[in-house]
């Protein structure tokens, strides 16, 4: 989906990465998506599940506010207790989902995480690990908040997973 010169493909890059402290050996910029990786990213958001009812302005529009994250293996994306800053849409790999030390579920590509506390301006309610190597758009959570008031197709799209995440729990118990 990257160009082939992608100089984050080796090393976690992004701003979680870097306020993490994990620094390339070489100071590079972030990634910009070209227009291109912009087109193929619509195509493939419009085929998944969650954001795919979505209208293509909608998507069009989160993916010109979105920051291309790629993240190692073991990797916390998100830790549980912590003020919500931003959400991710995983594009490759997967995630695992953990409260406490329990995993309660496992994500793939196509999946926003981070959503929640988004809708809810709550602390983080769960911790999201990576399970393998993930590429993510990063998105803010005031540019977030601000994308869901405005297009109702995307807070709609992004509501139902949040609630259909919140039952699951429930319907296991």
Known sequence: MFSNDDPYRQNPSGRDAKFAGYAPLVRQKTPKLTRNDRK????????????????????????KESEPCSLPAGWAM????TPADFC?????GSAGI????????????G????????????????TVTTMTRVS????????MDQLLRKR????????RQALERTAAPAAEA
Do not use: F, W
């Open 111 to 126: 999946v926003l995480v981070g959503e929640m506390a988004v809708l809810s301006g709550d602390l983080r309610s769960a």
């Open 40 to 63: 193929q990213l619509l195509e493939e958001l419009s085929s998944h599940t969650v954001l795919g009812g979505c209208e293509r302005e909608d998507l069009a529009a989160l993916i």
């Open 136 to 143: 993510t758009l990063a998105v803010a959570n005031s540019v």
């Open 78 to 81: 998100i830790a549980q207790g």
């Open 98 to 109: 953990y409260r406490g030390n329990e995993r309660i579920a496992e994500l793939g590509a």
């Open 152 to 159: 109702p197709t995307l807070n709609q799209a992004v509501r």
């Open 88 to 92: 991710y849409i995983i594009l490759k």
